[in-house]
C-alpha cells in the first residue's frame, strides 16, 4: 500500500512515458519516473531538452488501480473470452471517468494483448529507492495477480550500485526482466558518445541482474565506434558480453536525426558514420566473437537491416555468421536493391529478392531516383531517420 508521506505534486491523472522496448508492445506501460536521469548520450534523441523526475509512490499506485478498475470492468463486460467488440468499448466509454481517459485506453490495449506483462517507464526505473519500488512492484502484483512478466530499462552504473540483497528484493517482488543499454563494451566507444559507464560497469551490473534471478536483455547499437573504432566496437562488445552471458542480445542500428550531438559530430567530420555494408561486416566481426554463451541474439527493430539475423547461440553461429558472408559477397547492385527495397518496407528479408513483383518495384525505385552503389548510403540515410 502507498507509504502514507504527504505528496509534494499534485496527482496528474494516469502518465504513459514516450517508448518501450519492441519486446514489451503487448505490456501495460506504468510510469515510474520521467524521462531520463542522465540525458547525456550524444546518440539518443529520446529524451532531449526534458526534465527527469521521479513519480510519488502514492500516483503510480493511483495509475495501477485505475486501470485495475477498468480491466474489471472490460472482464465484467467480456464473459471471460478474453475479446472485446468495438460496440463493447462505445458501450463502456460513457462510464470512463474524464480524468481516467489514459487508463481506460491502457486498459483496452493490456486486455487486447493478453494481460500477461507490466512494463515500467521511463528510462531507468531502478533508479529510485528500492523499498519503493518493492512496494509498487507487490501492489502490481496484488491488482493482477496472474502477470507473468514485469520489466525495466535500467541503467548499468544505478545497477552497479544496488546492494545484492536489495536486488533480490526486487526480484522477488516481481520485477523479472531488465533491460540495459549496453550499446558498446569498448571504453573508447562509450568515452565518446558519452554513455557515462565502462566496459567493466556493464561487466559487473549484467552479473548482478543474473545473479539475482532476473532476465537480462543487453541492447548493442551496431555503428556506434564510426568508421574508426568499428572493429574495437565489435570485438570488445562480444567480451563484455561473453563475461555477462545475457539471455537476450538485441541489435539497435545507429541512426543519426539531426536533432542530437552524435550528427553534429558527423557533419562536422568528427564522426565518420559506416556505411550499411561496413556496418554489417561490423556486425559478422561481432558474431564471430561472441564465444562460450547460451544468449538468444535477436535483431529485432525496424532500423535494422537484417531481421533474420536471429538464433539462439552457440548452436545458430554458423548459420547467422553464414547469412552475414553471403550479402556481404553480393554484387554491390544487389547488395543495393536489398537496402532500399529494406528500408522502403518492400523487403522485409533477404530471400524476398526472389519475388519477381518486389524486386521489379525496388529496380523501378532505383532507376527513377538514379540510386546506385554510389549514393545509396546517403539515400538511405535519409530514409531512416523516418523511423527514428
Known amino acids: 500500500m502507498p507509504s502514507g508521506k504527504k505528496e509534494k505534486q499534485s496527482y496528474r491523472g494516469f502518465e504513459q512515458g514516450p517508448i518501450r522496448p519492441p519486446s514489451e508492445a503487448d505490456s501495460l506501460l506504468i510510469r515510474v519516473t520521467r524521462n531520463c536521469p542522465w540525458n547525456f548520450c550524444t546518440f539518443c534523441p529520446v529524451y532531449k531538452s526534458r526534465r527527469f523526475s521521479l513519480r510519488p509512490v502514492a500516483h503510480v499506485i493511483r495509475d495501477i488501480d485505475a486501470v485495475h478498475k477498468y480491466v474489471t470492468m472490460l472482464k465484467e ?17 460513457p462510464k470512463v471517468s474524464s480524468d481516467e481517459t489514459g487508463a481506460f485506453q491502457a486498459a483496452l490495449h493490456w486486455f487486447s494483448g493478453g494481460l500477461a506483462s507490466v512494463f515500467l517507464q521511463d528510462a531507468n526505473s531502478l533508479i529510485i529507492k ?5 512496494e509498487i512492484l507487490l501492489h502490481l502484483k496484488r491488482r493482477f495477480p496472474w502477470i507473468e512478466r514485469i520489466t525495466s530499462y535500467a541503467r548499468s552504473q544505478t545497477v552497479a550500485r544496488i546492494s545484492d540483497a536489495d536486488l533480490s528484493a526486487i526480484r522477488q517482488a516481481g520485477l523479472n526482466r531488465i533491460h540495459i543499454g549496453l550499446e558498446s563494451g569498448s571504453d573508447k566507444v562509450l568515452k565518446s558518445v558519452r554513455k557515462g559507464t565502462t566496459k567493466e560497469m556493464h561487466i559487473s551490473a549484467g552479473i548482478k541482474t543474473r545473479k539475482a534471478g532476473m532476465e537480462l536483455s543487453e541492447y548493442v547499437m551496431p555503428g556506434l565506434g564510426g568508421r574508426t573504432l568499428s572493429r574495437e566496437h565489435a570485438v570488445e562488445t562480444a567480451d563484455a558480453l561473453n563475461r555477462i552471458n545475457p539471455d537476450f542480445i538485441r541489435l539497435r542500428t545507429l541512426a543519426l536525426p539531426e536533432h542530437i550531438p552524435l550528427f553534429e559530430e558527423h557533419r562536422t567530420g568528427a564522426f565518420e558514420k559506416c556505411t550499411d555494408l561496413e556496418t554489417a561486416a561490423e556486425i559478422l566481426t561481432f558474431i564471430q566473437h561472441l564465444d562460450g554463451i547460451t544468449s538468444t541474439l535477436k535483431s529485432d527493430h525496424v532500423l535494422n537491416l537484417f531481421q533474420e539475423i536471429e538464433g539462439v547461440l552457440p548452436g545458430d553461429k554458423a548459420r547467422l555468421t553464414s547469412f552475414l558472408q553471403d550479402f556481404l559477397d553480393l554484387p554491390p547492385e544487389r547488395q543495393t536493391r536489398y537496402m532500399v527495397g529494406r528500408r522502403l518496407g518492400i523487403f522485409r528479408r533477404l530471400d524476398d529478392m ?19 552503389p554510389q549514393n545509396v548510403d546517403e539515400i538511405v540515410g535519409k530514409l531512416m531517420k523516418r523511423f527514428i
Open 77 to 93: 463486460n467480456t464473459g471471460g473470452t478474453g475479446r472485446i467488440s468495438m460496440a463493447t468499448v462505445r458501450e463502456l466509454s
Open 130 to 134: 528500492p523499498q519503493h519500488l518493492v
Open 354 to 372: 526472389t519475388s519477381p513483383y518486389r524486386m521489379q518495384k525496388v529496380e523501378s525505385i532505383c532507376q527513377k531516383n538514379e540510386i546506385t
